[in-house]
């Protein structure tokens, strides 16, 4: 390689700047946007990167490696800049998207020697919309990490074979370990290390005429002669890695085949790879989930998505063979897809089937054989306009797209009515979406969403507990014990199902029934809030049975686990109230309404039993409180105009 593309004069700053520039234009618009999906339990509500103790205990957990430690440690930066609003940490994820397009145009600038391909390929990475899972996602900040650090260490193995420094081969085994304290799909650096040994030793410009694998074959043996002690070395910490992440600590947390064999794991990974390839070059369908049916797994090589997919990757494969004469670097980028994608491509099976945000490294090949193969047609001076005229629309076009779906992720709401929209299919999208719409009340619409998430998943029992939730606010008692106890026949069941059930039992007047789904819930490892729940229903029970003094200590137990329990501090206070105390009960329900002051039958009660101590004025606050909050509250505004115009209500 010619040492004036390492001097600094040589080094193109401007079209550094291009690169940075670009990315930040394209995803501007994603900084507005709000916390998403993981985001709420890796970034909003994780406190592991808000203190430095949390920080070291990332790295001391779980053994040497601990799972994506890096991805944690980095949120510790944005959030001691911008603090907890998710716009900080959205910057952060375009600055590394910036710093990834500038690796790229580095390192293919060092492996093809000249820099009009190596800057169509890094605007091909920067701009594509499949990267959007991986930019305006803050939790896609595993896959950027690790491709900065990825990129970092094929650069050093590049620098080392054409210096021999021995200092760049350490960069790129420093690089190796932190692009798997990142994310474990940095496995492959070694194969990719290997591939670039293979391309760089064979003959270039069609030397060696049309039999690239006896050229291969050479090349191998040469570097196998020269180079041995590395190669041993490099497939000892290869295998080491991969037998850490998959066998003890079981990174993929699946271990049957899909569809229950090898020959429908095959099937998928070819589809999955076909697939793969489909929405590199045609990402016009874009999906935040491929799971729950979404993506079927196929049984038979008869299924179109099987020959569709099998014809994408073996005409893939012989491109990679016809152009590794003549255009080496274009089959390296072939090679880089494909090597690269190995992770998640299904040969070892993995939870999650298909998502577009694991692209965010293999698309580089892609992106370097489009560009390889762009620059030869521009060579040619009489195409020179028509293809920069068509390279421009292409850009222009891919752009856009990446533009518009940024805005997919702009909340929850947003992006999972986009997925449902666009895999109807998929189980989860429609559970999350039924998720949101009971959390903000659109009670009929979540009960829609979860009886569809259940036609595609029948043995999913969250849902199932989901949609008794749903229906039991809409007064369907019949259809919530149905719910409930389609959960409770499952193996996987939620924790407060059982609590659920006594619930409905308790509506239904069935007190002993009631009483012996919360004794099994008791006996359970419940969480304590869900103990708290439970005993506040045995409260309930007990009180309906007459049994006050085991409802009172029932209570008593629910406030004292969780003191921020509104429904429980009530029931403790009436407890008193019933017994005589009547301070100690309004100490409770002065506590009930301060934690849940959006209560307006809290504020209500809470006048009531003001105004039967004689406590006229503290009456006549809570009462309008609770008209405030719902007018139509006859037993309040009655009580509030007797104590106001006593006249009227007199005999």
């Not at 580095?106 to 093809?112: A, D, K, P, Q, V």
């Not at 505004?637 to 006249?647: C, F, G, V």
């Amino acid at each position: 390689m010619p040492d004036r593309l390492w001097s600094f004069r040589s080094r193109p700053w401007a079209l550094y700047l291009a690169i940075a520039g670009l990315a930040g234009l394209l995803y501007a618009g994603s900084l507005p946007n709000g916390f998403v999906f993981d985001d709420h339990y890796l970034v909003e509500s994780n406190p592991d990167f808000r203190s430095i103790e949390g920080l070291t205990q990332l790295f001391r957990s779980g053994g040497w490696l601990t799972y994506r430690p890096l991805r944690t440690a980095s949120y510790a930066i944005d959030y001691a800049l911008f603090g907890p609003t998710p716009s900080g940490f959205r910057a952060f994820n375009i600055l590394y998207h910036a710093l990834n397009g500038v690796l790229v145009f580095t390192l293919l600038r060092s492996i093809l020697g000249v820099t009009r391909p190596a800057f169509l390929a890094t605007l091909l990475f920067i701009i594509h919309p499949v990267q959007t899972e991986s930019v305006a996602y803050i939790s896609g900040r595993r896959d950027l990490l690790s491709t900065l650090f990825y990129l970092t260490g094929v650069y050093g193995f590049v620098r080392y074979r054409a210096t021999g420094g021995g200092r760049w081969l350490g960069l790129a085994g420093i690089s190796y370990y932190l692009g798997l304290l990142s994310k474990e799909m940095a496995v492959t650096l070694p194969l990719l290390c290997l591939g670039y040994d293979l391309i760089r030793a064979m003959p270039e410009g069609g030397e060696g005429g049309g039999r690239p694998w006896t050229a291969v074959r050479e090349a191998a043996q040469r570097l196998w002669r020269d180079h041995r002690r590395l190669y041993l070395a490099g497939g000892a910490v290869l295998s080491a890695v991969v037998y850490y992440f998959v066998v003890l600590f079981r990174v993929t947390q699946r271990f049957d085949p899909w569809g229950g064999g090898l020959w429908p794991t095959l099937l998928t990974s070819v589809t999955i790879m076909g697939h793969y390839l489909t929405l590199l070059l045609w990402p016009v369908t874009l999906n935040a989930d491929y799971s729950f049916n979404a993506f079927p797994v196929p049984s038979t090589l008869l299924d179109s998505r099987v020959l569709t997919a099998a014809a994408v990757v073996g005409g893939s494969w012989w491109a990679i063979r016809r152009t590794l004469a003549a255009h080496r670097w274009a089959a390296f980028g072939g090679l880089w897809f494909f090597t690269t994608l190995l992770p998640v491509a299904q040969i070892i099976p993995h939870d999650e089937i298909v998502a577009e945000h694991y692209l965010y490294l293999p698309s580089i090949g892609v992106c370097l054989a489009a560009a390889v193969a762009a620059d030869r047609l521009l060579a040619r001076v009489r195409q020179r306009r028509a293809v920069a005229a068509v390279v421009g629309l292409v850009a222009l076009l891919l752009g856009v797209r990446t533009v518009v779906r940024t805005r997919d992720w702009q909340d929850d709401l947003t992006l999972w009515t986009k997925t449902v929209r666009t895999a109807p299919a998929s189980a989860r999208a429609r559970r999350n979406l039924g998720r949101l719409y009971m959390i903000r009340g659109r009670h009929q619409e979540a009960v829609g969403e979860f009886r569809e998430a259940l036609r595609i998943a029948p043995n999913d029992a969250p849902t199932w507990n989901n949609l008794g939730v749903m229906l039991l606010e809409l007064g369907n008692l019949d259809g919530a014990e149905q719910a409930f106890t389609g959960a409770l026949r499952l193996q996987t069941l939620p924790s407060d199902v059982r609590i659920n059930l006594s619930t409905v039992a308790l509506r239904r007047g069935r007190t002993a029934q009631a009483e012996a789904y919360l004794l099994a819930a008791l006996a359970s490892h419940l969480p304590p809030s869900q103990r708290a729940l439970a005993l506040n229903n045995l409260g309930m029970v007990r009180a309906a049975q007459g049994r006050s003094a085991e409802a009172e200590r029932a209570f008593t137990e629910a406030v004292a686990l969780e003191p921020g329990d509104a429904d429980a501090r009530r029931n403790l206070g009436l407890a008193y109230l019933e017994t005589g105390r009547m301070q100690a009960g309004i100490a409770e329900l002065e506590e009930a309404v301060r934690y849940k002051s959006a209560d307006p039958t809290l504020h209500q009660l809470l006048g009531q039993v003001y105004y039967a101590q004689g406590q006229r004025d503290l009456a006549v606050a809570s009462l309008r409180k609770a008209l405030s909050l719902k007018g139509d509250l006859a037993e309040a505004r009655e009580l509030l105009d007797a104590i106001l115009h006593p006249s009227r209500t007199s005999p």
